[in-house]
């Protein structure tokens, strides 16, 4: 387990950093994987960044889900459902790890003391004093059977006498735990020494437990600050003199990109909801229900959805309001009702509404087959068992979640989606008969989602071929529809239909922007709706998408809309703060619309000044 957090204090996104053509976590990752000593190699990250770093080249990656203190807390999270007997703790910022190394730490758990040991480490010997001095170095002292006695920052022993030619060793930020150990030391509060010199490994120690030292005279290099980075890229040189000519030739990269799954089936026309009977016929399993999840604002219209539905005597009706953005507790809230109404699994879940429903219809099928609350899912590829069928619906058009690999949902700490394989629906029913009755503002709002999907996906640092095809369709059908004045409202709604699953695609392989981070933090502090939120907040955003902007005022006259004003004005500094955070959160969003220096380019202060403009 590779323990990788994005924000170092000492050296920010040191692990992002270029060494030799490739960032200093990929290295890392591909010399543990490379050491082929073990059964899986993870990087357990809390940062976007980082998590796509890894799983787009082919890695494994875990989103850790809480906030953690010290590396050992966020492996230790990661495994704790794993089964496994010994983990490895290898520290990201070693690209030089080597397999010797490893190997040594390894056999302390086949030794004949292995009954004693509840974690093993790794240390090497120093000569230069200057390193001794230095805080950043960790220095270990050991007992006569090399177990730990203490870890510290300063020189230890201190060289009162000068003639005795103790050698000093350096600790080295490799263990191995017994699974057990790693999970007591999760448990355990931090005491003073651990808290004084900021050394994990002491907790262990000021709770009684024996650290079996291993010397290894491997010296390698940890990326601590810029200049540990200039001679790890001498050594790289040293060992590829090839990569020190290739500053500006493409790097020739054999990455494994991202695998995504599609919508396998979909069904368009006017009307061809009336199919829909036909379609889960098919999929029925016995006599288990087909629930079908509906936006309540048809609850009172129900020859419109209703009449149109075969349902058997076992099917079941849910209405969901969607006066707010969906919830992790709504999705668990659902899945007990379901569970608590039958015996059996349902046959399919059936989202009919608008990209709210679609994504709460999509995480009731995803927790029906997996444990837990849906909160836990949230993040990359955490999904362990295929969901239950499900099929999309649409009856408002513009979010893409009909397409989309990702249901984004408010849970406790964060907004954030479910993105998995299991996540796309198996069936999309599109009819543009079923948005023609969308209040106007409404669908000028949700119209507007997709294009500014086009908007953030075409400018961005991301851009390429794939999501570019797409996103210039929608781009252009969102002209079509909301610029020019010569469409019929059936062509103008069938479209739009096909704008929103064009837009949904170009995000696909790409991301979104500003708009979206920004949008993401009012829908976090005020509930306020993803495709009111997206254009309150893009209306403002003429200095990052200049034409974008003009044309979406120009769209917003030609249809006489007006948006709310002030919706910060009485916000407390908290919320302005939490708004701030949820947003610069969002790090791949930021990267995508500034590039990979977007920190140069917004931090909290200049997002506060736009929020208190809205
Ligand atoms: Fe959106």
């Excluded at 957090?5 to 050296?11: E, G, H, N, V």
């Excluded at 890392?28 to 080249?57: H, P, R």
């Excluded at 837990?372 to 239950?388: I, M, P």
Aim: charged share 25%; with cysteine; proline share 4%.
């Amino acid at each position: 387990m590779i323990p990788a957090r994005y924000a170092a204090t000492r050296f920010p996104a040191k692990l992002m950093q270029d060494l030799g053509g490739k960032s200093v976590i990929r290295r890392t990752y591909e010399a543990t994987v490379n050491s082929g000593l073990f059964d899986s190699v993870y990087v357990v990250t809390d940062s976007d960044i980082i998590y796509k770093e890894i799983a787009s080249n082919g890695g494994k990656a875990i989103m850790s889900v809480k906030e953690h203190d010290c590396g050992s807390d966020r492996i230790a999270e990661a495994v704790e459902d794993m089964d496994v007997d010994i983990v490895v703790n290898v520290q990201g910022d070693e690209p030089f790890t080597d397999r010797e190394s490893l190997e040594k730490v390894l056999s302390v758990f086949y030794a004949e003391d292995s009954d004693k040991v509840d974690l093993a480490s790794l240390m090497t010997p120093m000569d230069d004093w200057d390193d001794i001095m230095n805080p950043n170095s960790v220095k270990v002292i050991v007992d006569e059977n090399n177990y730990a006695l203490y870890f510290s920052r300063a020189p230890i022993p201190y060289p009162r006498e000068k003639e005795i030619n103790h050698v000093y060793h350096k600790h080295k930020g490799v263990y191995a735990f017994r699974k057990q150990a790693l999970l007591d030391f999760y448990h355990l509060p931090m005491r003073s020494l651990e808290a004084s010199e900021k050394i994990e490994c002491i907790r262990y120690l000021e709770y009684g437990k024996n650290i079996k030292m291993i010397e290894t005279s491997h010296e390698g290099v940890e990326i601590d600050t810029p200049e540990d980075l200039e001679r790890a890229k001498k050594i790289i040189n040293k060992e590829n003199p090839l990569i020190t000519k290739s500053i500006n030739t493409p790097v020739i990269q054999t990455t494994n990109h991202r695998n995504f799954p599609m919508v396998p089936k979909v069904v368009f026309g006017k009307g061809c909801f009336n199919q829909i009977g036909k379609i889960l016929s098919d999929k029925r399993n016995g006599i288990a229900p087909f629930v079908y999840l509906i936006d309540s604002v048809f609850e009172n219209n129900t020859s419109f959805i209703e009449e149109r539905l075969s349902l058997s005597s076992t099917d079941e009706i849910i209405y969901v309001s969607t006066a707010e953005e969906p919830k992790t507790s709504q999705v668990d809230e659902i899945v007990s009702k379901i569970k608590n109404s039958y015996q059996f699994i349902p046959s399919g879940i059936i989202g009919i509404g608008g990209g709210s429903i679609l994504d709460l219809s999509k995480a009731v099928a995803i927790m029906l087959t997996n444990p837990g609350s849906a909160s836990e899912y949230q993040g990359w590829d955490l999904v362990k068992n295929k969901a239950v069928y499900h099929v999309g619906v649409p009856t408002i058009s513009g979010t893409g979640a009909e397409v989309s690999r990702t249901t984004v949902l408010t849970g406790p700490e964060r907004k954030l989606g479910i993105n998995s394989d299991y996540t796309p629906f198996d069936q999309v029913i599109l009819d543009p008969e079923l948005i023609k009755d969308v209040p106007k503002d409404q669908w000028f709002y949700t119209g507007m989602d997709c294009y500014i999907h086009c908007v953030e996906s075409l400018d961005g640092t991301y851009l390429n071929a794939f999501s570019q095809s797409y996103g210039e369709k929608a781009l252009d059908l969102c002209n079509e529809i909301f610029l020019e004045n010569n469409l019929s409202k059936e062509d103008s709604d069938a479209k739009l239909m096909m704008a929103s699953w064009h837009g949904g695609m170009s995000i696909a392989y790409s991301q979104v922007g500003v708009a979206h981070a920004m949008s993401y933090g009012l829908a976090y502090v005020l509930g306020t709706k993803h495709g009111i939120g997206n254009c309150i907040v893009f209306d403002k955003l003429g200095e990052y998408y200049p034409k974008g902007v003009e044309v979406f005022k120009k769209m917003k006259d030609y249809h006489g809309i007006n948006l709310p004003e002030g919706i910060c004005a009485n916000i407390t500094e908290e919320q302005l703060n939490t708004m701030t955070t949820v947003a610069l959160g969002l790090e791949p969003l930021w990267e995508n619309a500034l590039g990979p220096d977007w920190k140069s380019k917004i931090n909290a202060s200049k997002l506060k000044e736009i929020y208190r403009s809205l």
